[in-house]
């Protein structure tokens, strides 16, 4: 039986899986998710020795069953072939007493290209499954990753168009110059004037607009999304948790069954969901750590039960993080609620009007079974990445030094002896300037000189795809004010670039 994708917002608002892939976020605003989750269930022991595409087959099918068990082979084959460094895809590297999942050895250094890889053949299938003609328009806000990673993964797609908008000076130099040089005759991006929670907003705007989508459609044009919003990206998120279990098994360095922790740098909150729905699905977790950086929404969050976004914005060393509106926060109210769908609509109103909401007693007791909350300042992150460099010789980036040290703060204030998988979200290189500066203090060199300067003092080498950045040609050098970001996506919907 084919199962049924509904909106957070409302239950009779549904779509196949496919469609859900197609869509990205139902016509209420809503994301969309499966009632019946729980039912769902990966059998850990038929895991062991299995490769990460095996792993990605399995868990692909249970939540997207109504895509053939052929075509979601042939999109796990086509996106992890050749495109990763490391032949395992994700590897677990042991550092100190924990281990780390590095998710960076993608084509753009960043863990959103594990699922950035695959969504565009999850998407081209799904638009054959449902004899679509015409055009896909990604659309897609970016705190600095997502970004160039949807732009790699949609770039040249036939029957598609990638728009990617950023907030200006809210990214790092790399990240900035990885989108402005992005080849491809589909691509598009545009630099906003203001922040993520902007760029979000006015994407989730662009959606909702009844008039836009109506003009669109009668030109065979359809919008979707490749933020983690959208099941095609949050789907196969969960794998990686999965198949960093089974890697500890392997290592002997626990029994099956054991649980384990995961400690994850959070911004929009869709890598955490990620792990939040691998428990559900039967993996042995013990808590989600969800580590923050100045901009502690979600550490209030899961200590008070009170979302509260109005408060300062920070810039801080860790961009991707600098969210105050974590999209992805809507699923896990909808689990939370009971599959209250009334209820999830009413936060999100709520949110929408006042810019906070509070959950009830209930939700928060579970809540706080699940996830531990914590949030790291800049000056213990930058300590962390030396400290961490010094005794391991290890290189962390500055979100994946939140994570670490909001681990070690875990471990310090509970005791709790359970072994621990912190998520590596990017390379050090990607944000250059900052780690070096964590490690050799002030520098006045720019991100690309100081790459070189990092390595050479680390001996950890800069990725190939990252090394002749500087030098690329800049294509892409639009900026637009947020209320103009719906005339930047029909200028771009007529736009045909010369091939």
Known sequence: MVQVYESTRNSKITATASEAVLKGIADDGGLYVLRNLEEKKVQINELQGKSYKEIAEIILKIMLNDFPQDKIKACVKNAYRDKFSKEEITPVVKVGDSYVLELFHGPTSAFKDVALSIL?????????????????????????????????????????????????????????????????????????????????????????????????????????????????????????????YMKLVEKAAINIGDKVNFAVPTGNFGNILAGYYAKVLGLPVNKLICASNENNVLYDFINTGVYNRNREFHKTISPSMDILVSSNLERLLYYLSGKNNSMVRDFMESLKSTGRYTITDEMLKELKEDFYGGFVEKEYAEKTIKETFEKYGYLLDTHTAVAYKTMEDYRKETGDGTANIVLSTASPYKFSKSVYESLYGSANEDEFELMENLSQKTKVKVPANLNNLKNKEVKHSQVCNVNKMEEYVIFASKTQKNK
């Open 120 to 244: 565009p053949h999850l998407m081209t299938t799904a638009y054959q499954m449902n004899n679509m003609e015409g055009e896909v328009i990604i659309l897609t806000a970016t705190s600095g990753d997502t970004g160039k990673a949807a732009l790699e993964g949609f770039k040249d797609v036939e029957g598609t168009k990638i728009l990617v908008f950023y907030p200006e000076g809210g990214v790092s130099q790399v990240q900035k110059t990885q989108m402005v040089t992005q080849e491809g005759n589909n691509t598009f991006v545009c630099a906003i004037k203001g922040n993520f929670d902007d760029a979000q907003t006015g994407v989730k705007e662009i959606f909702s607009n009844e008039k836009l989508n109506k003009e669109l459609k009668a030109k065979n044009r359809v919008l979707s999304s490749a933020n983690s919003i959208n099941v095609g990206r949050l789907v196969p998120q969960i794998v990686y948790y999965f198949y960093s």
